[in-house]
């Protein structure tokens, strides 16, 4: 089954013991994203990868750091989390072409306290 | 700098109606979205609309982009109460970053 799968789905952490959330799909895509959703916001993009070891910053990438050793992977990092980052996180991923749709993970809520 | 605009940000409706969320954006780009999302659930794609005058529909919702409007519309028909979830559009950018609107809560009451 093509799927895009998130570890942990829940996450309660102190501030700043660092932590990483993974992310992997199985659909050979080029392209991976991560996306935090906050209320009244919808989702805002934090880093995106368009191939191995090609990664750039999405909209709101402080505090966060990514990489993409592998084709499937593409771990998220909180380096020193604070408390603004707790957020539902979502990975997504795609291929390249022109009507492709993006696939998402089931979501990472991240409680830093 | 891409900005998409969704409204309302919040729908009550009774049973049976009908009603329309909006999705305006800022830039000229290709591919619009639709997505769905139930509570502490991902998001689930429910259309892909390529070009302007592009219509979709899918049981009781139907999706429209008008281009030179920089619009697009869901609309409801006939509302049940399974449709109670929250929308977002989205438009693509370079990267295929996906830029969304702030989302509309839905909730259809009997």
């Known amino acids: 089954e093509a799927q895009v799968t998130q570890n942990p789905r829940y996450l309660i952490t102190v501030t700043g013991k660092k932590l990483t959330v993974t992310c992997s799909q199985n659909?050979?895509?080029?392209?991976m994203s991560w996306y935090r959703q906050d209320p009244g916001l919808g989702l805002r993009q934090i880093y995106y990868?368009?191939?191995?070891?090609?990664?750039d910053k999405g909209d709101v990438p402080e505090g966060y750091k990514v990489s993409r050793k592998e084709k499937r992977n593409f771990p998220l990092i909180l380096e020193s989390p604070s408390p603004n980052q707790t957020s539902l996180y979502f990975c997504?991923?795609?291929?390249?072409?022109?009507?492709?749709?993006?696939?998402f993970g089931q979501g990472t809520r991240l409680t830093v306290v | 700098e891409l900005k998409v605009e969704q409204n309302p940000l919040f729908l009550s409706m009774q049973e049976g109606k009908n009603y329309t969320i909006y999705c305006n954006y800022s830039?000229?780009?290709?591919?619009l979205y639709w997505y769905r999302q139930d509570p502490g659930k991902s998001l689930e794609s429910l259309f892909v609309?390529?070009?302007?005058?592009a219509v979709k529909q899918e049981g009781r919702l139907m999706a429209s982009l008008d281009t030179k409007a920089r619009l697009s519309t869901l609309h409801i028909t006939a509302a049940v109460h399974d449709l109670s979830a929250t929308y977002f559009c989205?438009?693509?950018?370079?990267?295929?970053?996906?830029?969304f609107g702030a989302g509309t809560i839905l909730r259809v009451k009997s």
């Open positions: 609309l390529l070009s302007n005058g």
């Open positions: 990868s368009m191939n191995v070891e090609v990664t």
């Open positions: 830039t000229t780009s290709d591919r």
């Open positions: 989205a438009k693509r950018e370079y990267g295929n970053k996906l830029v």
């Open positions: 659909m050979n895509h080029e392209y």
């Open positions: 997504a991923s795609s291929s390249r072409g022109w009507n492709t749709e993006a696939f």
